[in-house]
């Protein structure tokens, strides 16, 4: 079964960047979408941004403009660019593919936007 290994969390000034990486154990050869999630204390997971099969990405409104979602299929990685963060960014991230029959999530990686 493939896992997803998240890294790339850090503590950040405001202001500042980081790039997330999410490394699937196997190549995923047939999905829905996949992506990344968060969740800050106290409040509900949710979708940051997603690529689907088809090859079209969406972002959660807060975020647009300053993150981006890639991949690099040869080594089975997705990322997550993240610029200009806001303490609101405060969160852990979590990968998430979505292939038939199953959900496969990463164990998160905290990032922390704070001066």
């Known amino acids: 079964q493939v896992q997803l290994v998240e890294s790339g969390g850090s503590l950040v000034q405001p202001g500042g960047s980081l790039r997330l990486s999410c490394v699937a154990s196997?190549?995923?050869?047939?999905?829905?979408?996949m992506g990344w999630y968060r969740q800050a204390p106290g409040k509900p997971r949710e979708l940051v941004a997603r690529f689907h099969s088809s090859g079209s990405t969406d972002y959660i409104e807060s975020v647009k403009g300053r993150f981006t979602i890639s991949r690099d299929n040869a080594i089975n990685t997705l990322y997550l660019q993240m610029n200009s963060l806001k303490p609101e960014d405060t969160a852990v991230y979590y990968c998430?593919?979505?292939?038939?029959?199953?959900?496969?999530w990463g164990q998160g990686t905290q990032v922390t936007v704070s001066s």
């Open positions: 196997g190549r995923i050869t047939n999905f829905f979408s």
């Open positions: 998430k593919i979505v292939s038939p029959g199953r959900n496969i």
